[in-house]
């Protein structure tokens, strides 16, 4: 469930028959109109071969900060996102999500909000469009079990699955002050 200010979950209609389904994943306008008005530089994909395997919290620092429009192509995956906008009202408060290509939905994670996943199928993709290039001194991160944001992962989030880099992410409340709260 999604309640968190600027995120916002989507849901592309599906029409099917015996054959399968056509939809469309991504319309310009319409993005604008409900999201607000970003433009798109980059798509990323990511494979992950086993059930359980964790990627972040992740995020991209300014001037290079990202928002993502995260959606699942093969498998499952638990999508989450952490506001850490200071000031915020929801600050050090997360969402999360169930993405599969089955349900179609997908979710906006605007900038200023932390983003990981945890696969619940093997061979799990996830897609995902950016607002900002790649940019490795802006790359930063959040611990994905921090207690103080308290996430309630699925049974099969392994921690043994993290990164070296996701193993040595700062809590948040000792993560600088990269986003302010703009109304």
């Known amino acids: 469930m999604v309640d968190l200010p600027g995120m916002k979950l989507l849901v592309p209609?599906?029409?099917?028959?015996?054959?399968?389904?056509?939809a469309e994943t991504f319309r310009a306008d319409l993005f604008v109109e409900y999201c607000g008005d970003f433009a798109f530089v980059q798509d990323n994909e990511?494979?992950?071969a086993r059930s359980g395997?964790?990627?972040?919290?992740?995020?991209?620092?300014?001037?290079?900060?990202?928002?993502?429009?995260?959606?699942?192509?093969a498998g499952a995956l638990f999508d989450v996102a952490?506001?850490?906008r200071?000031?915020?009202p929801t600050f050090g408060q997360w969402a999360g999500e169930?993405?599969?290509?089955?349900?179609?939905k997908q979710l906006w994670v605007p900038p200023g909000f932390a983003h990981g996943f945890c696969s619940l199928?093997?061979?799990t993709v996830i897609c995902y469009k950016v607002t900002g290039y790649y940019s490795a001194e802006c790359d930063k991160g959040l611990r994905w079990d921090d207690p103080a944001i308290g996430i309630v992962w699925p049974d099969a989030a392994d921690p043994e699955t993290?990164?070296?880099?996701?193993?040595?992410?700062?809590?948040?409340?000792?993560?600088?002050?990269?986003?302010?709260?703009?109304?």
């Open 53 to 73: 395997t964790v990627r972040g919290l992740h995020f991209q620092s300014e001037p290079h900060a990202q928002g993502k429009l995260v959606r699942c192509t």
């Open 162 to 183: 993290l990164s070296p880099k996701d193993r040595g992410q700062p809590l948040l409340a000792d993560l600088p002050e990269y986003f302010a709260w703009a109304v």
């Open 46 to 48: 990511s494979r992950s």
């Open 86 to 88: 200071s000031g915020s």
């Open 13 to 22: 209609r599906h029409i099917g028959d015996d054959r399968g389904y056509f």
């Open 98 to 104: 169930t993405l599969t290509p089955e349900n179609g």
């Open 82 to 84: 952490v506001d850490i």
């Open 121 to 123: 199928e093997p061979d």
